[in-house]
C-alpha cells in the first residue's frame, strides 16, 4: 500500500514536495488556502483541498493521524500559520511531522511545538 502523506502549503516547496512524492508513489493530500495552488496542484496529487491549517476543525477533516506523514510545508506568509499548524498535527496524532522552518528562531519554536523533523530549504 502506497504512503500517504499530507502536504499543507502549497508555495514553491510544497508543489515541488508533492509532485515528488507522487512521482515516487505516495498518495498525496495537498491542502493550502489558496484556492489557485490547489488547482494546480489537484492535477498530480491524489486529493486537494482549500483550508485554513491554524482552524483546528478544518484541519481534523484531513484525519493527519491516520496519514503516514505529515508535512506543514507553510512558508514565509505567516510563521505564525506554520506554527500553530505544526502544532494542531502534533496534537492530532500525526506520527510525523515534518515542519519548514524560515530562520533558526522558527527552528527552535518548530522544535517546541513537537516537530519531528525541521527542514530548511
Known amino acids: 500500500m502506497a504512503q500517504q502523506i499530507l502536504i499543507i502549503g502549497l508555495g514553491q516547496f510544497g508543489m515541488s514536495l508533492a509532485a515528488t512524492l507522487t512521482s515516487k508513489g505516495a498518495e498525496v493530500i495537498a491542502a493550502?488556502?489558496?484556492?489557485?495552488?490547489?488547482?494546480?496542484?489537484?492535477?498530480f496529487v491524489t486529493e486537494s483541498l482549500v483550508l485554513d491549517a491554524t482552524d483546528e476543525t478544518e484541519l481534523a477533516r484531513l484525519e493527519p493521524g491516520k496519514r503516514d506523514a505529515t508535512v506543514c510545508a507553510i512558508g514565509d506568509d505567516s510563521k505564525e500559520a506554520s506554527i500553530i499548524c505544526t502544532a494542531l498535527l502534533?496534537?492530532?496524532?500525526?506520527?510525523?511531522?515534518?515542519?519548514?522552518?524560515?530562520?533558526?528562531?522558527?527552528q527552535r519554536?518548530?522544535?517546541?511545538?513537537?516537530?519531528h523533523q525541521i527542514v530548511n530549504p
Open 32 to 43: 493550502d488556502i489558496k484556492k489557485s495552488l490547489v488547482e494546480e496542484a489537484a492535477a
Open 90 to 106: 502534533r496534537q492530532m496524532g500525526s506520527p510525523c511531522v515534518v515542519a519548514r522552518a524560515n530562520n533558526p528562531m522558527h
Open 109 to 115: 519554536i518548530l522544535q517546541l511545538v513537537g516537530a
